[in-house]
């Protein structure tokens, strides 16, 4: 028998690969001091958004491809997350770490009390019920005055050390992938994966799947809030209509619906797709941009439902595998 | 007592508006099971061609109706053939995908093409009624009486036509409707231009009493689910009253409550949309379909 032995070297080469690509990453920032490296400022900010949309898009993935719960207002926890930091540097004078747990808290307790009241709901009504939030919320923000700053803004201590923000979006970028993959191996994966699959049979079996839903909702919401407090530093602005973008919950569906709707791997190929083609294809299309999007996203659920990691095992990628230098024998 | 008089004039005329933009998401969603995240931007759509004709041929908005609602149902046809028919019987997600992307692409097409400026039409029927103490701006009158001829057309079109026929029995069960003869493509094609087309023409009566922006959609898409899940899917009687009571909340707000504008009014609509749904699922009226997972 060599399958296990055969399985575990390529596991292990799949591993290799995946911390030789984060220790590339992590030391991708050094390469700024070494002359004219490929890396600036510029450049790094970008990979900055990106990791963050890593974060941002397997959290949404979380929740709308693992649980079957179709989140179109996820920003909403992004904004909460935001404005927690927002508030506390600027009201209350707080440095800004002691405002993230805060921020993270904030936003898993508002995934439990709007889940409690939308997690009730089925597929679509679920959805726009969290648009519907998300929405609101960026009004209450509006009106909130004294505390948000309505329309104006807040304007936070400027801080501008690129490679922090770098070293925080890929920390947690990596604990975020890695605790889903962990998770989605777990029995509560599993039971996510049967409330998705069928909803009543999970309840029949003895699973409380409300708890599921909230607890997997908090994670995912608490996850988006900490992305929204170290945008907002990075940001040095906030104001209601850039933390409650319409575009944020779409740049998350996009990335994992193009990566691969309910898998681990698929919104870090989406999102990674997305901005090397926002770099190189759309830098000439700026006023293109979302039109291109939206093309896309209709295009890719039109025509490859399960995004790239749905094109393993297809005709098409066995026909490039064959290219691709190989191995004659296993 | 006339501050009163005045808020139940202001609501009406309000319900009535919101009553037509929302027929047009109603009838689609209840027949053909499509929540159509681009609805607002179909409105936007209507309001800027009547814009076009109102800005650069000195037409009155109320006559640009003749050529919106024509363009309108043409665009609508299209759209079905060319993508909703692919994913009408495909998962919920899928259609709100793909209805939210064509949204993204035409509002921002609208930028493009309009710039991010508002618009605002131009009609020779300014002025007010005053009856008592009650104002009533005229446009807003006419407003409610297209509105309410507009809803008896298709409310007769519905019951009375035979093409009306056909589209009750795809809606109820499309199997069956096939079996009997229905073409149902056909059918859910020409809902979906004649919903557009509706649409459109609210779009005409939202550029007359709002400013018109490329984003200003998504308000009313939210406003559209919400009273179509007050309503019941399809249901025309339902959707008047429901456009009527979502009026209401905003009108009261916005009278009573100083200093907030009316999108306030959509956070107070949500509790209470989410509220009815967890009690009555099927919403209050019941409606053309029964309200299934789809």
């Known amino acids: 028998m060599t399958v296990p032995n055969e399985t575990r070297s390529i596991l292990a080469g799949r591993t290799t690969g995946l911390l030789v690509l984060i220790a590339g990453l992590a030391v991708l920032p050094l390469t700024a001091a070494i002359g004219d490296g490929w890396i600036d400022n510029s450049k790094l900010f970008s990979m900055t958004q990106m990791l963050m949309l890593i974060t941002l898009a397997s959290n949404w993935n979380f929740v709308s491809g693992l649980l079957g719960y179709v989140d179109f207002g996820h920003a909403a926890f992004f904004g909460l997350g935001a404005y927690s930091t927002g508030i506390l540097m600027t009201k209350a004078g707080w440095p800004f770490f002691p405002t993230l747990p805060v921020g993270v808290i904030i936003a898993a307790v508002a995934a439990v009390i709007v889940g409690r009241a939308t997690m009730h709901l089925k597929g679509p009504y679920f959805s726009i019920a969290m648009l519907g939030t998300f929405a609101a919320l960026r009004e209450i923000a509006r009106v909130a005055r004294p505390l948000t700053g309505g329309g104006p803004g807040l304007s936070l201590p400027p801080f501008l050390n690129r490679p922090l923000f770098y070293y925080l979006a890929l920390v947690q970028a990596v604990l975020i992938v890695a605790l889903y993959r962990w998770l989605r191996r777990t029995q509560f994966g599993t039971m996510m994966l049967g409330i998705r699959e069928d909803e009543p049979g999970a309840e029949m079996r003895g699973i409380n799947t409300m708890v599921v839903k909230l607890g997997a909702f908090a994670v995912a919401a608490a996850s988006t809030g900490l992305v929204g407090c170290m945008w907002a530093y990075q940001n040095t602005f906030i104001d209601p209509d850039i933390v409650f973008l319409d575009s944020r919950t779409i740049e998350m569906a996009l990335a994992s619906v193009v990566g691969g709707l309910g898998t681990i791997v698929g919104p870090v190929v989406g999102s990674a797709l997305l901005y090397w083609m926002r770099d190189v294809v759309w830098a000439s299309f700026l006023q293109w941009h979302l039109i291109i999007e939206g093309a896309i996203l209709i295009g890719v659920v039109l025509m490859m439902p399960n995004g790239v990691m749905g094109l393993r095992g297809s005709p098409f990628a066995s026909h490039v595998r064959r290219l691709l230098p190989h191995r004659a024998t296993r | ?294």
């Open chain 2, 1 to 294: 007592m006339s501050e009163l008089l005045q808020a139940l004039v202001n609501l009406t005329m309000l319900g009535g508006f919101y009553a037509l933009m929302v027929m047009g998401f109603s009838l689609i969603w209840g027949v053909m099971g499509v929540i159509n995240l681009a609805h607002g931007e179909f409105v936007l759509m209507g309001s800027y061609l009547t814009w076009v004709l109102n800005r650069h041929l000195g037409w009155e908005p109320f006559a640009a109706l003749i050529v919106v609602v024509p363009v309108m149902f043409t665009f609508g046809y299209l759209v079905q053939r060319v993508l909703i028919n692919r994913i009408i019987d495909r998962h919920h997600l899928v259609s709100l995908l793909v209805t939210y992307g064509l949204a993204i692409l035409i509002a921002n097409g609208l930028k493009l093409v309009f710039t991010g400026t508002p618009r605002s039409l131009t009609t020779a029927l300014g002025g007010f009624w005053r009856i008592g103490a009650v104002t009533i701006p005229v446009v807003k009158s006419y407003d409610l009486v297209i509105a309410l001829l507009m809803m008896t057309a298709l409310s007769l079109l519905l019951r009375r036509s035979r093409l009306g026929r056909s589209v009750r029995a795809a809606a109820q069960n499309r199997q069956a409707a096939r079996m009997v003869g229905v073409d149902v493509r056909a059918v859910f094609a020409v809902t979906f231009g004649i919903g557009v087309a509706l649409t459109g023409a609210a779009g005409t009566l939202f550029g007359l009493t709002h400013p018109i922006a490329p984003f200003a959609g998504l308000p009313l898409t939210l406003r559209a689910f919400a009273i179509t899940t007050m309503a019941g899917l399809g249901n025309i009687r339902g959707a008047l009253l429901g456009s009527l009571a979502l009026a209401a909340v905003e009108v009261i707000i916005a009278t009573y409550v100083p200093g907030i504008g009316t999108n306030l009014g959509l956070v107070a609509t949500f509790v209470v949309l989410v509220g009815i749904l967890i009690v009555r699922p099927q919403g209050l009226f019941g409606g053309l379909a029964p309200m299934e997972e789809r």
